[in-house]
């Protein structure tokens, strides 16, 4: 914030310095293109001390919130080109409803000491349904241990899905399961 003429290229510098994976979360999100659009506009800054007021950080701002912002905003862009939003995402109550279902002939087990269950989730999104799976488990035993797999097409979602991956210490891959 402090070199308003070179924030973009400051911004993209940053971004250099993370790993690779995170830098393909940037990449997912066509970030480069989205900045240089911002300061062709005259708008990089501005919008950059918007974000730079906010607090998103994880105790202010839970996982569990910040999806529900975006399954929000999904269902804004959808109404705006006449789409419905479950064309995008799964609400939260199915999801729930699907790990419930999936929990359910399994339920004694995932009460012992140790127990740890894997979950696949070909179409995964934003990541809604494995983290909701791992919140039930724990919520079920705080010693079980889920090993989360997913795969997603959508680059957008993708990222958005792997950036939680990261920092749950599990992975997703991008591509077309179907």
């Not at 479950?86 to 409803?97: D, G, M, Q, S």
């Not at 399994?106 to 934003?126: E, N, Q």
């Amino acid at each position: 914030m402090g070199d308003q003429d070179n924030i973009g290229e400051n911004m993209f510098s940053c971004i250099q310095a993370f790993s690779p994976a995170v830098r393909d979360i940037f990449e997912c999100f066509d970030f480069h293109v989205q900045v240089d659009r911002l300061s062709r506009a005259n708008l990089l800054y501005l919008v950059t001390e918007k974000f730079a007021n906010v607090d998103l950080h994880p105790e202010v701002v839970s996982n569990e919130q910040m999806g529900y912002v975006f399954e929000e905003l999904i269902r804004k862009f959808a109404e705006l080109s006449n789409e419905t939003a479950e064309e995008h995402f799964t609400p939260r109550e199915v999801i729930r409803l699907m790990v419930n279902l999936l929990s359910i002939e399994d339920d004694d087990a995932l009460v012992k000491p140790g127990i740890v269950r894997s979950l696949y989730d070909p179409t995964a999104g934003a990541g809604g349904m494995l983290s909701v799976a791992e919140d039930h488990l724990s919520g079920q035993n705080p010693d079980a241990r889920l090993v989360m797999y997913g795969q997603e097409l959508n680059g957008e979602s993708y990222a958005i899905c792997k950036a939680d991956m990261l920092i749950k210490g599990h992975d997703i891959i991008h591509g077309n399961t179907l």
